[in-house]
């Protein structure tokens, strides 16, 4: 009984700590680009094209990570698709 509450605790806490990452990284893009659209424009995509061509997806991931450090994966992977 215990150890099954222990377990059921510590799920809960990994829940709550990735609802709460999710939570600031759509803050992030909220606050310093407003919309999807807007950090869109500021991308360099002829820049990425060029590393993914040489390089592949996951360099282009690891610059995007680079550059914006709270976006969150699912607009990274949209971003990577756009190349």
Same mark, same amino acid.
């Given at each position: 009984? %215990?150890?099954?509450?222990?377990?059921? %605790?510590?799920?809960?806490? %990994?829940?709550? *700590?990735?609802?709460?990452?999710?939570?600031?990284?759509?803050?992030?893009?909220?606050?310093?680009?407003?919309?999807?659209? $807007?950090?869109?424009?500021?991308?360099?995509?002829?820049?990425?094209? *060029?590393? #993914?061509?040489?390089? %592949?997806?996951?360099?282009?991931?690891?610059?995007? #990570? #680079?550059?914006?450090?709270?976006?969150?994966?699912?607009?990274?992977?949209?971003?990577? $698709?756009?190349?």
């Amino acid at each position: 009984m %215990g150890s099954t509450l222990f377990i059921l %605790g510590l799920v809960l806490v %990994g829940v709550a *700590e990735a609802y709460a990452m999710r939570r600031r990284q759509r803050e992030w893009l909220a606050n310093t680009w407003g919309t999807y659209e $807007n950090l869109r424009a500021s991308v360099d995509f002829a820049a990425l094209r *060029e590393l #993914k061509y040489r390089r %592949g997806n996951f360099a282009v991931a690891r610059r995007l #990570k #680079k550059q914006y450090p709270h976006l969150a994966p699912e607009l990274a992977q949209a971003l990577i $698709n756009e190349l």
